[in-house]
Structure formats: C-alpha cells, structure tokens
C-alpha cells in the first residue's frame, strides 16, 4: 500500500532554516508528482509547493516563493523541502503528499502523517 513518511520538523527560531524530508514506497515514485501542504492552528489546508515526476517542474505558493525550495531524488523514492528565511507563519503540521499524474494539478489522492514545524523565538 502507499505509505509517505514525513520527517524532519522541529523548532526553529525565524530566520533560521529546516529541511524535510518524506520517504515513499508502495508505488512508483518516479511516476507521480509529489507535493506540499501545510495547515496552521486553527486554519485550513495550504498547498506549499509541488514538483513533477521528472523533477523538471516546480511550483510555489506566493508565501513561500523564494524562501521554499522543493526537491526529488527518484532513486531513493524522496521529496524534500528546504524551508530558509523561515518566519513565525510558517508554523503549521507540514503534510506529503502524492499526486495522481506526472504532472502537478494541485490535487493529491495520498497523504502522509504529517511533521511539525515551529518557528518562534
């Protein structure tokens, strides 16, 4: 079955940086685009950034562009999100997530566990 493990959250102070990390198996990794999602306290879901399958296309939300760096290493069935310049806005429970097409159409049919992001002095 599809399973994605997130890891890699924790407290960070702002301005500082995180990088996660999710882990998938149960299908082929190098098939489907892979994304990004948060939700902060008490808010709803954000997408944050996706990438295609290939790795050759991204995108970013506008509260993260420039700050936020999605990346893919097929051969070990990983996406990664580098957070810099990270502010307190950013604390949310950041969730993998997989999409159903190679390319990104900003919809997902899994979900991983979620890994918690705290940005605070």
């Known amino acids: 079955q599809v399973q994605l493990v997130e890891s890699g959250g924790g407290l960070a102070q702002p301005g500082g940086s995180l990088r996660l990390s999710c882990v998938a198996s149960?299908?082929?990794?190098?098939?489907?685009?892979m994304s990004w999602a948060r939700q902060a306290p008490g808010k709803g879901l954000e997408w944050v950034s996706s990438?295609?399958?290939?790795?050759?296309?991204?995108n970013y939300a506008d509260s993260v562009k420039g700050r936020f760096t999605i990346s893919r290493d097929n051969a070990k069935n990983t996406v990664y999100l580098q957070m810099n310049s990270l502010k307190p806005e950013d604390t949310a429970l950041y969730y993998c997530?997989?999409?159903?097409?190679?390319?990104?159409?900003?919809?997902?049919?899994?979900w991983g566990q979620g890994t918690q992001v705290t940005v605070s002095s």
């Open positions: 149960g299908f082929i990794f190098s098939s489907y685009a």
């Open positions: 990438i295609y399958s290939d790795g050759s296309t991204t």
């Open positions: 997530a997989k999409g159903p097409r190679w390319y990104d159409d900003k919809s997902a049919d899994y």
